[in-house]
Structure formats: C-alpha cells, structure tokens
C-alpha cells in the first residue's frame, strides 16, 4: 500500500519560511516523478512545484518561482517543499502527489498523479 505522509506546515507571519516534508512508502520512490499542489479556501486544487524522478528537472508555476525550491532524497524516500517570501496568497492546504507512470517527467494536471497524502496547512499572516 502506497502511503504519502506530508508535514512541516504551520502558521508563518508573510515573508517568513516553511520547509515541507513528505515520506513516501508502498512503492519505489526513485522510479516516480514527484508534484506539491496546493488549495486555498474556495479554490481549486492548482500545482505548485514538480521534480523528475532523478531530481535533475523542476518545474514551478509562475506564483511560485523564484521563492520556492522542490528537492528530493531518494535514500530518505521523502520530497521537500522549501518555501521563502511566504505571502499571504500562499495560505493553502499543500498536497503532495507520486505520478502514475515511471520514468515520466512531472505533469502540471491532477489526473496525471494516482497517489496523494492528506495535506498540510499552511497559513501566512500579513
């Protein structure tokens, strides 16, 4: 059984940081790309960050780039969300996600992920 555990959200004044974990078990993380996606109240769920599943590419919607860097650790079997310049917009529940297939890159779309964990919320106060 595949399980996602995130952790690391919390409440942070604006401009502050957070680092998200999330540890993944059930299935070989090395071979799987990775995505963080986020909803904020009365929004729908929207990607945040992805990496390949060698750590060698990323990609970032625009909102994100330039404050928030994604990593992995394929020995610690956990991705990271690390997150800077936090502001108040950023105020969300953050998911990760493992993709369906191996070997693919990063997908920006939900469908394309078939394993979730149960969020994390981050809020930022102005």
């Known amino acids: 059984q595949v399980q996602l555990v995130e952790s690391g959200g919390g409440l942070v004044q604006a401009g502050g940081s957070l680092r998200l974990s999330c540890v993944v078990s059930?299935?070989?993380?090395?071979?799987?790309?990775m995505g963080w996606f986020r909803q904020a109240p009365g929004k729908e769920r929207e990607f945040v960050a992805g990496?390949?599943?060698?750590?060698?590419?990323?990609y970032y919607a625009d909102s994100v780039k330039g404050r928030f860097t994604i990593s992995r650790d394929n020995a610690k079997i956990t991705v990271y969300l690390q997150m800077n310049s936090l502001k108040s917009e950023d105020t969300a529940v953050y998911y990760c996600?493992?993709?369906?297939?191996?070997?693919?890159?990063?997908?920006?779309?939900?469908?394309?992920?078939?394993?979730w964990g149960q969020g994390t919320q981050v809020t930022v106060s102005s």
């Open positions: 996600a493992e993709m369906r297939s191996q070997w693919s890159p990063p997908s920006t779309r939900e469908a394309s992920y078939n394993y």
């Open positions: 059930g299935r070989t993380f090395s071979l799987y790309a």
């Open positions: 990496i390949g599943w060698s750590g060698e590419s990323t």
